[in-house]
């Protein structure tokens, strides 16, 4: 696909785009879609830019950093969520998040505070117990897990009991973890064939529809029982729903429902994706699995982890950085640009769509030398401060920076010590696992793996 590609210049300017031909565009789309992409974005040390012919759908490609932070931060009010991926999400979470302008900001402000280092860090013992305990549960089956709801229903109880005040039952977690798993995997041929009208149903779209119907008979309840309530509560739901506006004007249902569920996504679902590859790299990587044992091992031993444990785990979170580099969970980034705009020479229109990925700019090679490899010490501090800064963007950037990325990164270190601590983890199949593009970077088949203490 990458010969067939060819360069041209635009409106005498001099620069150069890489332009990849009609064709071949639909057959790498239909082939192996993210190897494809990142064969093509690794051309962006060339040509300023990689554009996709889809007919009357040309998006760019921006991978390399100077342009990504051209888009989300240096020119943020000019490139916009637009049509591409967000209307579809927006149905499951809602337009606050998921929206722009004030109502994106109002909904950000009232939520931020929850999941700020701050607040998350007091809450360390509480969710240590929580996954210590769901952990032991899980390994007591005695049976292979797969390992996307293990990581799911981990994340979901320690959500629930940190913010919701177990305003939701272990079932109705549950429910609400695997609705909104099969929403974000519903997605995949909208995703990847966004020429094609919305009036036009692609596979999945049904079982999207239902997932978020789903979603509403769980959480749209939940609301009306916490109104009911003559004395507010300190958690999560109860502070929306007696929460106000800039006017004083309280949050409709829909509103509470939306940021609630905006929560569940942010907290849980992204990063029981980005867990799960976890367990695939480690079955691979024999050696990475017994340094970071060894870690664990060392710094915790057999105890309860603890907040002074996280600040040792240094290889731990090196592991979870190079994790979260090969396997973003949210992998693309689509952008539309409100006014004519001109990156690095090559002049975009108004209305195009410029695509960003984390997943093709950590495999960028002249920013990662051999880049498929795993490498926990690429994330030594050295090394860090010598890329540019969105070499590296796991969690977006700018005003739509993710809001969960402290609470992942406490509950991802959580659970592998509460994992490695006492059991020893392995894949019964060990079968090469591929990524799948949806709208979350999912592994193409279930990820199995079987927890046996580590005295069996």
Same mark, same amino acid.
């Given at each position: 696909?990458?010969?067939?590609?060819?360069?041209?210049?635009?409106?005498?300017?001099?620069?150069?785009?890489?332009?990849?031909?009609?064709?071949?565009?639909?057959?790498?789309?239909?082939?192996?879609?993210?190897?494809?992409?990142?064969?093509?974005?690794?051309?962006?040390?060339?040509?300023?830019?990689?554009?996709?012919?889809?007919?009357?759908?040309?998006?760019?490609?921006?991978?390399?950093?100077?342009?990504?932070?051209?888009?989300?931060?240096?020119?943020?009010?000019?490139?916009?969520?637009?049509?591409?991926?967000?209307?579809?999400?927006? %149905?499951?979470?809602?337009?606050?998040?998921?929206?722009?302008?004030?109502?994106?900001?109002?909904?950000?402000?009232?939520?931020?505070? %929850?999941?700020?280092?701050?607040?998350?860090?007091?809450?360390?013992?509480?969710?240590?117990?929580?996954?210590?305990?769901?952990?032991?549960?899980?390994?007591?089956?005695?049976?292979?897990?797969?390992?996307?709801?293990?990581?799911?229903?981990?994340?979901?109880?320690?959500?629930?009991?940190?913010?919701?005040?177990?305003?939701?039952?272990?079932?109705?977690?549950?429910? &609400?973890?695997?609705?909104?798993?099969?929403?974000?995997?519903?997605?995949?041929?909208?995703?990847?064939?966004?020429?094609?009208?919305?009036?036009?149903?692609? #596979?999945?779209?049904?079982?999207?529809?239902?997932?978020?119907?789903?979603?509403?008979?769980?959480?749209?309840?939940?609301?009306?029982?916490?109104?009911?309530?003559?004395?507010?509560?300190?958690?999560?739901?109860?502070?929306?729903?007696?929460?106000?506006?800039?006017?004083?004007?309280?949050?409709?249902?829909?509103?509470?429902?939306?940021?609630?569920?905006?929560?569940?996504?942010?907290?849980?679902?992204?990063?029981?994706?980005?867990?799960?590859?976890?367990?695939?790299?480690?079955?691979?990587?024999?050696?990475?699995?017994?340094?970071?044992?060894?870690?664990?091992?060392?710094?915790?031993?057999?105890?309860?982890?603890?907040?002074?444990?996280?600040?040792?785990?240094?290889?731990?979170?090196?592991?979870?950085?190079? &994790? &979260?580099?090969?396997?973003?969970?949210?992998?693309?980034?689509?952008?539309?640009?409100?006014?004519?705009?001109?990156?690095?020479?090559?002049?975009?229109?108004?209305?195009?769509?410029?695509?960003?990925?984390?997943?093709?700019?950590?495999?960028?090679?002249?920013?990662?030398?051999? #880049?498929?490899?795993?490498?926990?010490?690429?994330?030594?501090?050295?090394?860090?401060?010598?890329?540019?800064?969105?070499?590296?963007?796991?969690?977006?950037?700018?005003?739509?920076?993710? %809001?969960?990325?402290?609470?992942?990164?406490?509950?991802?270190?959580?659970?592998?010590?509460?994992?490695?601590?006492?059991?020893?983890?392995?894949?019964?199949?060990?079968? #090469?696992?591929?990524?799948?593009?949806?709208?979350? %970077?999912?592994?193409?088949?279930?990820?199995?793996?079987?927890?046996?203490?580590?005295?069996?």
């Amino acid at each position: 696909m990458v010969s067939n590609a060819y360069p041209y210049r635009r409106r005498g300017r001099g620069s150069t785009t890489t332009l990849v031909p009609f064709r071949r565009t639909l057959a790498a789309l239909a082939g192996e879609p993210l190897a494809a992409l990142a064969a093509l974005a690794g051309q962006g040390d060339a040509a300023a830019l990689v554009r996709l012919d889809l007919g009357l759908f040309r998006p760019y490609l921006v991978a390399r950093p100077e342009h990504v932070q051209h888009v989300l931060v240096s020119h943020a009010d000019n490139y916009l969520r637009g049509e591409m991926l967000w209307k579809p999400v927006r %149905l499951l979470i809602g337009g606050g998040l998921g929206n722009e302008g004030s109502a994106h900001a109002a909904s950000r402000s009232r939520i931020q505070p %929850l999941l700020a280092a701050r607040n998350v860090d007091a809450l360390i013992d509480l969710m240590a117990a929580t996954t210590v305990e769901t952990v032991d549960e899980l390994a007591a089956s005695g049976q292979s897990l797969d390992a996307t709801m293990a990581m799911t229903r981990i994340m979901h109880r320690t959500l629930v009991r940190a913010f919701f005040a177990d305003r939701i039952g272990a079932a109705e977690a549950a429910a &609400l973890g695997e609705a909104i798993s099969v929403a974000f995997t519903s997605l995949g041929a909208r995703l990847l064939l966004p020429f094609v009208p919305g009036g036009v149903p692609l #596979p999945g779209e049904r079982a999207f529809r239902r997932a978020v119907r789903r979603v509403d008979a769980i959480v749209y309840p939940l609301i009306r029982r916490c109104r009911r309530e003559s004395v507010p509560g300190n958690d999560l739901v109860s502070l929306l729903c007696h929460a106000r506006d800039a006017r004083g004007v309280g949050l409709d249902d829909r509103q509470v429902r939306d940021d609630l569920v905006a929560v569940f996504v942010a907290g849980s679902e992204t990063a029981a994706v980005a867990l799960t590859w976890l367990w695939v790299v480690l079955d691979g990587h024999p050696d990475i699995a017994a340094a970071l044992t060894g870690e664990v091992h060392r710094v915790v031993g057999t105890g309860r982890p603890a907040a002074v444990h996280l600040r040792e785990l240094r290889y731990t979170r090196m592991v979870l950085q190079e &994790l &979260l580099r090969l396997y973003p969970p949210g992998w693309l980034i689509p952008r539309t640009a409100q006014a004519a705009d001109v990156i690095d020479g090559v002049p975009i229109d108004a209305g195009a769509t410029v695509l960003l990925s984390p997943y093709l700019t950590h495999r960028l090679p002249y920013l990662w030398p051999r #880049p498929d490899d795993f490498d926990p010490h690429r994330f030594e501090p050295e090394q860090v401060r010598a890329r540019p800064r969105f070499a590296y963007f796991p969690f977006g950037g700018g005003t739509h920076q993710c %809001l969960g990325s402290h609470f992942f990164t406490v509950q991802a270190q959580l659970i592998v010590v509460s994992l490695l601590r006492g059991y020893r983890i392995s894949r019964p199949s060990g079968e #090469p696992v591929q990524p799948r593009a949806s709208v979350t %970077l999912r592994p193409c088949q279930p990820v199995r793996i079987e927890l046996r203490p580590c005295a069996a």
